[in-house]
Every structure is written in structure tokens, then in C-alpha cells.
């Protein structure tokens, strides 16, 4: 069994939970995730089921949108609500105005360094693994993108919602740590719910037990698409290096039945590589 699932992840559950549901599911060993979210966290995960799995790289890397909630105030050890208190702050006096100047300030290119509670690796290992044996290693700031933050008021004094659109490898929580430290103290997030991954949209998801399986085309959609004559499609199947089409790539091709075929890559000189050759029964 091949395609894609998108699931719409409640919380009080791991992302690698869902793998696991969805493995005993659809009775497929091949399945993995395009993105962690956090246990407490909702919304949108993106699931690669058999030969799909190849192609989640494509996914992963997209911009993703999420909202949420920052309470002022309020500092975690783990930069959300599933942390202890480790510092409190006065900011009754913050305004919606000072906070969305704020927000500008970490709207764009940005360098951001994740929290510990994470799962990035140092040294081989995770850093949550590090945090729950109270060990806390210097994380170097990475470059990543916020191309929208929006903070608005809620009925909740002292609580902001927010809507952020950002690259992949951003962590919402060290926004709102950030954005809490910018206004003279400090902030926790809660309610963080992915919206979309890429053109993955939480209108289009389901729960786990009832998500449908999307070709396994629906990985690629996002890229560039070209179909190539019966000829071409027996070099692709044999991993030629063919002429780059036009554009950086890469590029889903597809042969002349509408079947995806590969996903190329440029190497420069004009060439491009398969990065990913398909076995013809994704097709079946």
C-alpha cells in the first residue's frame, strides 16, 4: 500500500503515535511522518505510506503555517505548557500595540536558537533525551524564516493569539519565548495548532482512524511538474542523467499516462539526476 495520509493530530499524543497507528492501520511496515509536532500540539501532519516514504523530504521542507496562544508573563522550561514555572514577570502594561511591534521585530530573516526541549540531535543525541537528564548544552542560532506573525488580543488578560506562516525548522515556541523577552519579560506558548504544511491544509486532513490515502503523487504536488514522452520514461526508470528542464527544480516527472515516475534534482552543466526513481507498483 502506497500514498499519502494527512492527519489532523490531537493532542496528548507523539507524531511517531500516529506512524504507529497508521501502520497497524493500512497493515504497511513503510510509513513515517514529513515534521514533528509537539505531543500537546494539533493539527496538520503529513504521512508517508510505503514507497511515498521516499518522497517526504519534499514535503518537510515547506513553509507551514500554526496558530496559537502566548501567555505574558509567564516563562517555561519547556517554552509551552507542558513545562515548570521557571520565572514570572509583571507585564500587565504590555499593549497590543508594543506587542505587534514586537512581532515585527521577529518577522523575516531571523536567527533563532531551538530549545532544548527538541529534536534536534547533539552528538548523536536528542536534545529532549539531554533536558530530562537536566543537562543543558549552547545551541547555535539557525537562520530560518517568519514571513508572517500576526498578534491579536483575546479575552484573556495577558494572552495573545497568533498566526505565524515560516519556514520549515522554526519553533513556534521560541517565538513566543522571544517575543515575551522583547516586551521586558518573559512567555510561555499554548494551543499551537499547524494549519497547513506546504499546500497541506488542515481542511483537508482527518483523524487518524478515518484519513483517506492520496496518490502517492500528492507528495510532489508542490513542485514543478513535467511529463516526458515513453522513450524518456525508460531512461528515468534506468536513472539516467537527463537535460534540466526549465526552472532550479526539482521537478516531479511523470511519464505519458499521468503516472509519477522520479523526482530529479539539478547537478548544474544543464543536467539533472534522479534523486528519487519510483518502483512501477506505487502505480498499481
Known sequence: MHGVAVVDKPAGITSHDVVDVLRRRLGERRVGHAGTLDPDATGVLVVGV??????LRFVSGSTKRYTGEVVLGIETSTLDASGEVTASHDMVAVSIDDAQQAAAALTGHILQVPPMVSALKVGGVRLHQLARQGVDVQRQARPVTVSRFDVHRTDDEGVL????????????RTLAADLGR????????????RLAVGSFDISESGPIDECELLPVAAAVRDLDH???????AALIANGRVLPAWSGDGPWAVSGPDGHLLAVYERIGAGEAKPSVVLAAEVNR
Open 50 to 55: 510505503g514507497q511515498a516514504t521516499r518522497l
Open 161 to 172: 493569539a497568533i498566526d505565524v506562516e515560516c519556514s520549515s525548522g522554526t519553533y513556534i
Open 182 to 193: 522583547l516586551l521586558g519579560g518573559g512567555a510561555h506558548l499554548r494551543q499551537l495548532r
Open 226 to 232: 513535467v511529463v516526458v514522452d515513453d522513450a524518456t
